[in-house]
Structure formats: C-alpha cells, structure tokens
C-alpha cells in the first residue's frame, strides 16, 4: 500500500482582480508531496508556481479547491490555527531572503521561536532554543556570522541564514521558493547541496519552486505547470 501524501492539494482554482479584471492563475490543480522527498515545482513565469506554494503554505485562500496535510484540510481551518499550523509545520524560504535588517543572523534565526509564545515561556526556554539556534547557524555554515546584520552578508550567506530560520521550528515540510533565483552559479549550487543533505540526513519533505530544468531534474518529483494547470509530473530518471 503506498504512503499517503504529506500534502495535498484538489481542484484548486485561483484569480486577482486587477482593476476591473479577474487574472485567472490557477484553473483548478491537483497536486500531491510525497514525504520525505523533493519534488520541484517548474514553469515559466505567470504559470501560478508561486501561487500554488502560498495556497500550500496557507498563506493564502484558493477560490474554490481543497488543501490537506496529513490528511485532514487546512485551508478552511481559521486564521489562528493556520498560523499555528504555518509556524510549527511549514518552514518557507524566498528568493529575496526576508530577513529582518535590524536583526543579527543570530536573531533573525531565533524570530520564529518567539512568535506565538508569551514572554514567560520564551525565557524559560531561552538556553535550549539559543542553542538550537547556533547549531543551525553551524549547520549552514555561518557559525561566524551570528553577531552580522543582513547588510553585512553575501546573497548566500543571507540565504543560509533564512534557511536557518525556516528550520528554527524543526518543520516536516520546507516550502522554497526560488531559492537559488537571486544568486550566482556557484553559490546557487551551494544552496542546492544544502537543500539535499537536509532531506537525506533528516528526511526533510522539500517542496522547491525553480523555472530552472537543470535544477528540476536533482529533485524526486517534478511537476510543470502552465497557464495555471499541472500539464505534467513525474518522477525522477533513475541513473
């Protein structure tokens, strides 16, 4: 019997108004995320890749459709327990970082620990949460820019070190959207490797936007989308 989907979507259909227009972007997708794998979402942009990772991230509501995690739906539940759901389960990561300026690498990683809990909770926590929070800055190999601001750091550097905060709540599911799409090369393929040794030491589920093939084909699963429907998914060629 195969495993159940971490999470699923059904029928989802998506439009914005702009002006007096309606833009349709989804048209209504089916999508599976098979645990503990990468599956790469692709297509050119305005296909509704993104769209599709913020309806996935319950950062949004589709018009009509269905989200699931686990099998129970959540894209219905109230703005309360989404927001729970996003900060104990979902770790996001943009292609422009995000990170707050005023806040050290250090800090910025710690921010998710904070939100939701009352001071008094926090503080009695304080120790273990720092230390998993310097761990993760040695993880992504920043364990010497902890006391850096974002002005101070490299695009991969700030990638990293959002990489780190998206793992601060230990998520089953990473949503990264376009995370290389902001860098060079080379740092880009630093970020990718990072992003694979965390799914084959932890078993992290990675769902991986990219309008990049080359990038697409290291995932487990890759989904294309264009002009809002899914118009092909497969697995990945086996070597």
């Known amino acids: 019997m195969s495993q159940p989907p971490l999470l699923h979507a059904r029928g989802l259909i998506k439009s914005y108004r702009k002006n007096r227009l309606e833009v349709p972007v989804l048209r209504g997708v089916d999508l599976e995320v098979p645990e503990g794998q990468i599956t790469a979402m692709v297509g050119r942009s305005g296909s509704g890749k993104s769209t599709l990772m913020h309806?996935?991230?319950?950062?949004?509501?589709?018009d009509q459709g269905e989200v699931y995690y686990q099998g129970q739906r959540i894209d219905d539940a109230s703005r309360r327990y989404r927001d729970t759901f996003r900060n104990r389960e979902i770790g996001i990561i943009f292609q422009f970082y995000h990170l707050l300026p005023e806040l050290t690498a250090l800090e910025n990683i710690l921010a998710p620990a904070m939100i939701g809990r009352s001071a008094w909770s926090y503080l009695r926590t304080r120790k273990q949460?720092?230390?998993?929070?310097l761990e993760l800055l040695e993880r992504v190999g920043l364990g010497h820019r902890g006391d850096h601001k974002p002005t101070e750091m490299s695009g991969g550097e700030m990638q990293r070190a959002a990489i780190a905060r998206?793992?601060?709540?230990?998520?089953?599911?990473?949503l990264a959207d376009e995370p290389t799409g902001n860098l060079d090369a080379e740092t880009g393929n630093e970020i990718l490797t990072l992003l694979r040794g965390l799914n084959a030491s932890d078993g992290l589920t990675?769902?991986?936007v990219t309008h990049d093939d080359a990038i697409a084909r290291g995932a487990d699963h890759t989904v294309r989308l264009e002009n809002g429907r899914i118009a092909d998914a497969k697995l990945a060629a086996v070597a």
Do not use: Q
């Open 55 to 62: 309806l996935l991230a319950t950062l949004d509501h589709p």
């Open 206 to 208: 990675i769902v991986m």
């Open 166 to 174: 998206a793992l601060m709540s230990e998520p089953s599911v990473l």
């Open 129 to 133: 949460t720092r230390a998993r929070a």
